[in-house]
């Protein structure tokens, strides 16, 4: 595991070091925190008692996999581009680690902004209807738990698409990854209905789901290997 640290690493180092790079995702984590917490506001979310709740609970997943899009960007497709990945292929990491150590790299600071996104929609919500405003229990272990681990299933399946496929392919079947599962949660969330609570043994439904998600993504890179990287090269 120590490689794995080691890739991941300077993913973060490379990733934060990309000042316009770091901006777009900023901007976006931003956006979304200020623009979420006046709309909950607005359709009088705020004051149903579990309003916060459902907010984060579907907003939360949105940015964050939003975010490590933007991020994994940089870590998986510009490294093919340039050929920089190949200087890692000549390594002795196996593929699998590579892919591990960059997912954990884009996870990171994905994670920091999105918590720091939730946050403040939070603040925001709660600075208008002129009270403090707390998620509950339920939500919180949501933000801590089910929140990174599908960040890392989103990042990890554009990073095993990005590794596995030709340039061009790539460009079509990212957005189509992004999208689907951005629609996966609105649908969940419209399927559960509004009058959905969130408890401690839905949380803990949404993290096994998550986590077994997240293991079939892992086991999904058994298919990768480094002649076939190196041969989708441009």
């Not at 070091?17 to 009088?44: D, E, R, W, Y």
């Not at 189509?176 to 949380?203: N, T």
């Amino acid at each position: 595991m120590k490689g794995v640290f080691v890739i991941a690493r300077k993913e973060i180092r490379q990733l934060t070091h990309n000042t316009q790079l770091m901006i777009s995702a900023f901007v976006m984590a931003f956006i979304f925190g200020a623009v979420s917490g006046p709309a909950l506001i607005a359709s009088g979310g705020a004051g149903t008692g579990m309003g916060i709740d459902s907010l984060v609970f579907t907003y939360g997943l949105m940015i964050g996999l939003l975010i490590g899009y933007i991020l994994s960007g940089q870590t998986f497709l510009r490294e093919k581009q340039e050929g920089t990945i190949e200087t890692l292929l000549a390594g002795p990491l196996p593929i699998k680690e590579i892919w591990l150590g960059k997912v954990i790299g884009v996870l990171i600071p994905a994670y920091i902004l999105t918590l720091a996104s939730t946050v403040l929609m939070i603040i925001i919500a709660g600075s208008i209807q002129g009270e403090v405003l707390l998620p509950s229990g339920p939500i919180i272990l949501h933000i801590i738990t089910v929140v990174p681990a599908f960040i890392a299933c989103g990042v990890g399946v554009l990073g095993f698409i990005q590794l596995l496929l030709g340039m061009r392919e790539n460009q079509i079947i990212n957005i189509g990854v992004i999208f689907g599962l951005i629609f996966l949660i609105s649908f969940s969330r419209e399927l559960l209905g509004p009058g959905f609570a969130i408890s401690w043994a839905g949380e803990g439904v949404a993290l096994i789901i998550t986590v077994a998600l997240l293991l079939a993504v892992n086991a999904m890179t058994r298919f990768l290997n480094k002649e076939r990287i190196v041969r989708t090269l441009p």
